[in-house]
């Protein structure tokens, strides 16, 4: 099984409105985290947000905020007053708590297959 | 400015002819990694390193080498290229390999094609 999911290969958005990007995630660690990176067609990769598995909160960093249902195992990043700027590749990632004699594998990302945003005037 | 470099950033090359890909870091970060990016794949890991002279495969390792013999530099070697090689290659660091809420700084990417 997928660890995570992003079932939305490409999304569309006018400008100024809000658009949610799907992620859903299978682990079965207590603690884990939940990223969302995201890679303009200049190739970087840019990080936006993240959600640590005990955060009661939904995480929120300016524009973006993730819509964490934890019961559902999603992790939807929501983009608020989306601009042209935020046409891009946006990956979901997850790194799982794993075990305590091995962090090295527990400090891999692992990633989504990627949401293509494109946003319209 | 606090980074992850990576040279080079483009490379076309041919099958069987060894080349390295540098990676650096100057945050004295612990933890580095390399992964690969594939259109529809998303990025895989392929080797990762908690700190000097600790390396560990990742998802993917075949045909792909590192070392790490300074804190700040993590290179991946490809001894023998072959075509199925060619991807978008990433360096990534991190503080520290514990910590779930440490985000990885990637590198800029290197494009490499194997013919």
């Known amino acids: 099984a997928q660890k995570i999911t992003q079932t939305q290969p490409g999304m569309f958005v006018q400008e100024k409105e809000a658009v949610t990007l799907d992620c859903t995630y299978d682990?079965?660690?207590?603690?884990?985290?939940l990223f969302w990176y995201k890679q303009p067609s200049s190739g970087e990769m840019i990080f936006l947000i993240y959600q640590g598995s005990y955060d009661e909160q939904n995480a929120t960093e300016g524009r973006y905020s993730l819509n964490f249902q934890k019961a559902r195992k999603s992790a939807n990043l929501v983009i608020s007053a989306s601009q042209l700027g935020d046409s891009a590749m946006y990956f979901c990632a997850m790194r799982e708590g794993g075990s305590l004699v091995n962090t090295g594998t527990a400090s891999k990302l692992t990633f989504g297959t990627g949401t293509r945003l494109q946003v319209t005037l | 400015e606090a980074q992850v470099t990576q040279n080079p950033r483009y490379l076309i090359t041919v099958t069987g002819k060894k080349l390295t890909v540098t990676c650096s870091q100057n945050?004295?970060?612990?933890?580095m990694s390399w992964y690969r990016q594939d259109p529809g794949l998303g990025l895989r890991q392929i080797y990762y390193s908690m700190n000097v002279e600790v390396t560990d495969k990742g998802d993917v390792p075949e045909g792909y080498k590192v070392s790490r013999k300074e804190k700040r530099n993590f290179p991946l070697i490809l001894e023998s290229p072959s075509p199925n090689q060619t991807s978008l290659y990433f360096c990534?660091?991190?503080?520290?390999?514990?910590?779930?809420?440490?985000?990885?700084?990637f590198g800029p990417g290197t494009r490499l094609t194997v013919t």
């Open positions: 945050m004295n970060h612990e933890y």
């Open positions: 682990t079965s660690d207590q603690s884990y985290g």
């Open positions: 990534a660091s991190s503080l520290s390999a514990g910590g779930l809420g440490y985000e990885q700084y």
